[in-house]
């Protein structure tokens, strides 16, 4: 086997020159070389900290709901006997409490796929917007 170590077509090439940011935002200077998205530019956009907002609206409470719902369960069958009791013949409260986590866990997450793929449009569209320029 041969060793590539010292081939000329393993060398790291520099990369290009960025945008600078200067304390008051973007180098107005600055001209687009590549043909990748000016991620700087886009943070600073309205529509970028618009959708941000959105998401951690969204995100914060459906985690917070989750997780207190896993956490109960553990609590209210350590600490209390509400779950002891039986809902139906034999069948205690806590199958069922333990069953509807597991429903919960799949509502949960086909909600949020479904508003991921709304985030994500509004993010192709501001993606879309930078390369036509309308951010410069």
Request: proline share 4%; net charge positive.
């Amino acid at each position: 086997m041969a060793n590539n170590i010292g081939n000329a077509s393993n060398t790291v090439k520099p990369l290009e020159k960025r945008k600078k940011l200067s304390k008051k935002g973007v180098d107005p200077s600055y001209k687009k070389t590549t043909d990748s998205p000016n991620y700087s530019v886009i943070a600073e956009s309205t529509e970028f900290k618009t959708l941000k907002r959105k998401k951690k609206k969204f995100i914060l409470p459906i985690t917070i709901f989750f997780l207190l719902s896993y956490i109960l369960l553990p609590i209210l069958t350590s600490y209390t006997t509400i779950l002891n009791n039986n809902a139906f013949g034999d069948i205690a409260w806590v199958w069922i409490y333990a069953l509807l986590l597991f429903v919960m866990t799949w509502v949960l997450s086909m909600i949020y796929v479904r508003r991921a793929n709304d985030f994500d449009k509004e993010a192709e569209k501001i993606f879309e917007k930078e390369k036509a320029g309308d951010y410069e």
